[in-house]
């Protein structure tokens, strides 16, 4: 049936999600899924929405838009929602990257840039990290359209500080520069500061993470009007209805309660740092992580032979073949008792 396809099909090589397993007793640890779930008034918030269904949506999220913009101390009409941050990351490729100079992001960072750019067609150049895995700012002063950075990097997991990303945006006052801040919640600082002095700044968070809500798909941007408006006008030219009544009044719920995303972030972080300290003793080299997840390597064993290992002990972790990083293993950080399950298993392993 490959005679149908367009040329753009014929050319992508897709993004490959972390594998989703159907089989009992695995500790799973390769797609960064918060281990403790959402809030209690989540579900309470969806069942409410049940006798509903039968309606529309609100295609401007109007209730979630100001539960956000209130959050981070925004106007409502700075903020859009989308459906995960992958769609508002896919509106803005469409609406906002495609330049004639191209759109520069790291070597090594979250695979779909790479894919977006083939389908709406962005000219990109990839901007290789240093030598310890880190993006450097001065590395970004060459001509461009836009800038594309992820904080924390992933799948590095580390974190560049705000003062940095300012910097960035006054070096480029005529380019866009987006941040990708999927993981944020878990130490690194938020751009968002640093909307209301730069029209250049577009910042883009999802609640599939911190907040526990990867199976609703609710993600979100924060910038200056004139950037939600191109958001906008591509969304309303796509799907009027993006987010579902379900999913709107499930991100509401998890957003308003902050002391059960605080109680919950704090776990992660404490087992980020077990995590790392237990990994370190074992010989692994472990990047500073600001995000649920870590990155490390192990000096006398190689990453896919680990991650097969690992697999068949019950235990998943995410490895990725490619250059510079194909020693590594990315391993979501779990509750005690799965961390634990891991450490044991590596203890035998190494």
């Not at 060459?142 to 799948?155: H, M, V, Y």
């Not at 910097?167 to 999927?182: R, S």
């Not at 404490?270 to 080299?285: H, I, P, Q, Y």
């Not at 990155?295 to 235990?315: D, I, M, N, T």
């Amino acid at each position: 049936m490959s005679r149908f396809w367009s040329s753009v099909v014929h050319t992508l090589s897709p993004y490959v999600p972390g594998e989703q397993p159907k089989l009992d007793n695995l500790v799973k640890l390769n797609t960064n899924e918060n281990p403790y779930g959402p809030s209690p008034r989540v579900p309470a918030a969806i069942a409410a929405e049940m006798d509903r269904l039968h309606l529309y949506p609100d295609p401007r999220a109007t209730g979630l838009r100001g539960t956000i913009a209130e959050r981070y101390g925004v106007a409502p009409e700075e903020v859009f929602v989308g459906n995960g941050s992958d769609e508002v990351l896919a509106h803005t490729f469409q609406g906002l990257l495609r330049h004639e100079a191209p759109l520069l992001f790291p070597d090594i960072t979250y695979s779909f840039y790479p894919v977006y750019c083939r389908v709406f067609g962005v000219r990109h150049q990839e901007v290789p990290l240093d030598a310890e895995l880190r993006v450097r700012i001065a590395d970004y002063r060459r001509p461009c359209g836009a800038i594309l950075l992820p904080n924390p990097n992933a799948p590095t997991g580390i974190g560049l500080p705000r003062d940095a990303i300012g910097a960035l945006l006054a070096e480029h006052p005529d380019q866009l520069v987006v941040i990708d801040e999927a993981y944020v919640d878990f130490g690194a600082e938020s751009a968002v500061p640093l909307v209301a002095r730069h029209d250049n700044l577009l910042v883009v968070q999802t609640l599939s993470k911190s907040r526990a809500l990867a199976g609703l798909r609710v993600g979100f941007a924060i910038g200056q009007r004139p950037l939600i408006e191109a958001l906008e006008r591509v969304k309303d030219s796509f799907n009027s209805y993006p987010v579902d009544r379900l999913a709107l009044a499930g991100a509401g719920a998890a957003l308003e309660d902050d002391a059960w995303f605080r109680e919950t972030r704090d776990r992660i972080v404490t087992n980020r740092d077990s995590l790392t300290g237990a990994l370190t003793d074992l010989g692994f080299e472990v990047l500073p992580s600001l995000a649920n997840f870590v990155f490390a390597r192990h000096s006398g064993l190689g990453g896919a032979h680990l991650a097969s290992q690992l697999r068949q002990h019950g235990v998943l972790v995410r490895h990725f073949p490619k250059p510079r990083i194909d020693a590594f293993l990315r391993i979501t950080v779990g509750t005690d008792d799965q961390c634990g399950r891991l450490i044991d298993v590596m203890r035998r392993l190494v």
